[in-house]
């Protein structure tokens, strides 16, 4: 489908004080995400709430687009869906004119629902079921190829559909300069490289060679690109840079032993941002001094062009997926105040949790938190901002707050990405609403669940019921 339309200019409030170019400190001192008032929000729709800038959202992705064409001819931005798959998102990216990165039949499905040009779409997965590369051939997406097995389960389908597959293949790449760079433990211990290679993902040079010799010599079979994903490892865009130029050197190899070029090669995501009060990983990578997509793109682009020339071969087409970069800095969470408790810490209740800030638990993620109300306080006590679950539930340990009491709102900045998409029902807890905010305007965009959406799933079968609903024969 082709989009026809222009997308808005962009003009960020003016705040006091900025936590984005769309979330700030508004005129009455309260936070605000465009121009309107978090705390009117909640209000409205409830919490705990997600509320999403849709014009920071755009302001992200320009900021990608524009570095990397300022810096190489032929650039594509696929949005990593799976960083926030809300059906109004999608639209926001198909209007700027984004392709997209699924994972499995949900993702794909709900990116061509909204209108996605299938040829924008690639098709990523480690073990796809026959079900999702059916949806993905019918539909002209790109698959990468994971696995051995996938091409022959690919032409067997595009030949009973009598449709022509396009392919690229991830690749399990050398990354030899990274043996010794540490980072993040997004993929358990170890350097950067040691990381790379214990996960599932990608196929070796060998197997790499194989997969494309084969597919040429299929009627059904046209190779597009060739893929790989470095991750949120690191944020130093040198170590991106000796990814994008690797990448180049297995295009001379696949040139060399299996007689095709590729013309598109994808460098994946793991683009991070920074903010003034720090985010991430505990805090203390991603603050004023994390590389911007200005940084990613001009190391990157310089090491494919160097690549490139050195072997010989003509500049590909360039495509990357960013998610949380462009996501993450476009959302906040908000939670109200419960109970707050003193003993040996002081604790701070909230009715949003782990749940729905999964990062905070599982990978020690930092969201910087203020209060939604008079946010620029003065923060003169020390916190644990927990939530309501059975375990720790820690959103926001030792952190520095104005005094807070029941009632009261926090909000979690920074929290558009991997949040909504990921979020459990521990404890049976209900899913949170999103809200789009649009400038003054806001809207509704993913309903609050409910408990019939938690309890209708369940099913008891009739020998329990009849166990526990038996009448005494002898009464």
Known sequence: MTNHTTAPTLTPPEYSTSFGEYVGIGPNGNLWVDGCDVAELADRYGTP???????????????????????????????ANKSNNGLAIRHIFNQEGAGGDCFGAQEMYMALLAGTDPSTLVLNGSNKQDDELELAIANGLCINIDAMDELDRIDAIATRLGRTANLGIRLKLDLDPLHDRHGVAMHGPGTLKQQSDS?????????????????????????????????RMSNDPADFAVMAREMITWSGHLRDHAGWTPPTIDIGGGWTFGKWYGTG????????????????????????????????????????????????????????????????????????????????????????????????????????????????????????????ERGDLVAFLDAGGYTESSAARYNAQLLPATVLVTGSAHALITEREQLKDVAGRFRVPPHLLAASFARDEAA
């Open 49 to 79: 709430l997600y509320v999403i800038s849709e014009n920071q959202l755009r302001h992200g992705y320009r900021a990608f687009r524009d570095a990397f064409r300022r810096h190489y001819p032929d650039v594509e931005i696929l949005f």
């Open 199 to 231: 996960t599932k993902w990608g196929m070796t040079r060998e197997q790499t060679v194989e997969i494309v010799k084969r597919a040429l010599a299929m009627p059904n079979m046209r190779l597009k690109e060739t893929h790989f994903h470095l991750s």
């Open 281 to 404: 990983p505990n805090g203390q990578l991603d603050d004023a001094n994390a590389p911007t997509p200005e940084d990613y793109a001009r190391l990157c682009c310089t090491a494919i062009k160097e690549e490139a020339e050195r072997l010989g071969l003509p500049l590909p087409k360039l495509r990357l997926e960013p998610g949380r970069s462009l996501s993450g800095p476009a959302g906040i969470a908000v939670g109200r105040v419960g109970a707050v408790k003193d003993g040996a810490k002081k604790w701070v209740n909230l009715d949003l949790s782990t749940n729905h800030l999964s990062w905070a638990a599982v990978l020690d993620w930092y969201y910087h938190a203020v209060p939604v109300r008079d946010a620029g306080a003065e923060a003169t006590e020390t916190v644990d901002l927990v939530g309501p679950l059975c375990n720790s539930d820690e959103l926001g340990p030792h952190r520095k707050m104005p005094p807070l």
